[in-house]
């Protein structure tokens, strides 16, 4: 899997702390920066075969079809490009003109879009700041669709003060009715120093409800299995199979490459993060130098790694496969500890495996924290 973050967007969302910059002066660097990282990251996959590529961000719709076309083709002269690799790209609704799709549908390898529509209503993308109208969240699904993308996710947002369960309900139904295969959908958490984060405390605009947050969050889970979604991970529901792949990955273990800067990439047994500042990416990549921290994880670290990302899926945390990467002991504490879950009906325990329930859900990363190993 390649992660490739672009780290640009046209304004700034009040409830955002990715690393962006809303500058685009330097996005020729930018691209040539990336592509060189390409080639100097190289070896980090030990040559496995890439099954997926993402543009994250930032807000990769941003780039022009030719400079994705130029960082695609520089990821396949390193590395073994997958025939039915998922190359998906984020984009933003207000970018996804008729031109820009159909460049991206002529000349590059996007196979997979995620569209960022947080809302269909006006006073809802306002309180955002997203850069998009309603009416051009419903241009752009439908305009993708008519070009022939047909795997397409959407992303809603939830739990924040604007937004009454009748509004709610009106989101969820939209994409339904635009037949929209798979759907992310996130609850509003207040980030610190971001402009809602500064919002509330200045009593600008209300604190975000988690209670609220819940009961919509139960709404969604009810209102998308009703549709025929599946909820395969806690903010993620697929139709007809259509699971997310790289995402899909990640919340597996598999091992990724993160290109460009604030980007992650894991191993199996280490964690690195490139510096999350445009210009000093560019100037260290420039001379050669990979700008990037390295975390090395101890036995304790990759087992709660495997606690964190398999119980966020339907797989759930198969303790089998645990004790035998790890040990016995691991399995027992595990066990112990999850006792309490399995009894107020929170978790269940299935041909060995621990998963979330529907009530478990709604307190998955209580549940995991408590899981965790502790001990050195």
Request: hydrophobic share 40%; with cysteine.
């Amino acid at each position: 899997m390649i992660y490739i973050h672009i780290p640009f967007c046209k304004q700034a969302c009040h409830y955002c702390d990715f690393h962006f910059s809303t500058s685009l002066q330097y996005k020729t660097e930018m691209v040539d920066a990336l592509l060189r990282e390409i080639e100097l990251r190289s070896s980090y996959l030990e040559d496995r075969k890439v099954e997926s590529i993402y543009f994250g961000g930032g807000t990769p719709s941003l780039l022009e079809a030719d400079e994705i076309s130029r960082i695609i083709d520089a990821v396949a002269k390193q590395f073994d490009i997958s025939n039915q690799a998922e190359i998906t790209l984020e984009a933003n609704p207000d970018d996804l003109n008729a031109a820009k799709v159909n460049a991206l549908r002529s000349s590059t390898p996007i196979n997979r879009f995620s569209i960022g529509i947080q809302s269909f209503f006006e006073e809802d993308l306002k309180w955002m700041n997203r850069a998009h109208t309603r009416q051009e969240a419903s241009a752009a699904i439908m305009r993708v669709q008519d070009a022939g993308f047909e795997n397409i996710t959407c992303d809603l947002i939830y739990g924040y003060p604007l937004l009454t369960d009748e509004k709610w309900r009106y989101n969820m139904q939209q994409l339904i009715d635009f037949a929209v295969p798979h759907i992310s959908s996130y609850s509003m958490t207040v980030e610190a120093k971001t402009a809602l984060d500064h919002f509330i405390k200045k009593g600008t605009s209300p604190a975000v409800d988690s209670d609220q947050a819940a009961d919509q969050m139960n709404l969604l889970i009810e209102t998308l299995k009703k549709a025929g979604y599946e909820q395969y991970e806690i903010s993620n529901f697929a139709k007809n199979g259509l699971y997310a792949r790289h995402n899909t990955n990640y919340w597996k273990g598999k091992h990724y490459l993160g290109i460009g800067p604030s980007a992650h990439s894991f191993n199996g047994h280490s964690r690195s993060w490139n510096i999350a500042n445009n210009a000093k990416y560019i100037g260290s990549i420039q001379t050669n130098q990979l700008p990037l921290e390295i975390e090395h994880l101890s036995v304790r670290d990759q087992i709660n790694e495997c606690i964190m990302t398999s119980l966020r899926t339907m797989w759930g945390l198969d303790l089998e496969q645990l004790e035998k990467k790890f040990d016995h002991s691991v399995k027992n504490k595990i066990m112990e500890d999850a006792l309490p879950f399995l009894q107020q009906q929170q978790l269940i325990l299935d041909d060995n495996t621990l998963r979330l329930t529907d009530t478990g859900k709604l307190m998955a990363d209580h549940i995991m924290s408590e899981l965790f190993i502790i001990e050195n």
